[in-house]
């Protein structure tokens, strides 16, 4: 029912830049609350955490301390789709990056809170 799609993760060297998208059909983005949506990101042997987050109509993001002043989170409702620019990547930044929505509390970074995911893509990042 759910459809959430991510793409643009690769490979790059420390200090570059990735653009991730996270594309949505009409229904999943209106049905799932347009607005109010997540990345999260889980690397090898470690939990998913919280990367950013996005609630339009509070005017509202929010991002993991580790990340503040590197990621910019966006979304296009014209196209449905949720974006995350990287930059200044780094080494620690490598792991799979999930699009989340159908949040139970908007602007949440906590993993528990979302009930729909997409597939990942993966951000690997070299010294």
Known sequence: QVQ???????SVQAGGSLGLS???????????????????????????????????RAGRTDYHDSVKGRFTISLDNAKNTLYLQMNSL??????????AA????????????????GQGTQVTVSS
């Open 90 to 99: 780094q080494p620690e930044d490598t792991a799979m990056y999930y699009c």
């Open 22 to 56: 996270c594309a949505a059909s009409e229904y999943t983005y209106s049905r799932y609350l347009r607005g109010c949506m997540g990345w999260f990101r889980q690397a090898p042997g470690k939990e998913r955490e919280g990367v950013a987050s996005i609630y339009t």
């Open 102 to 117: 159908d949040a139970l509390l908007c602007g949440s970074l906590r993993v528990n809170d979302y009930n729909s995911w």
């Open 4 to 10: 959430l799609v991510e793409s643009g993760g690769g």
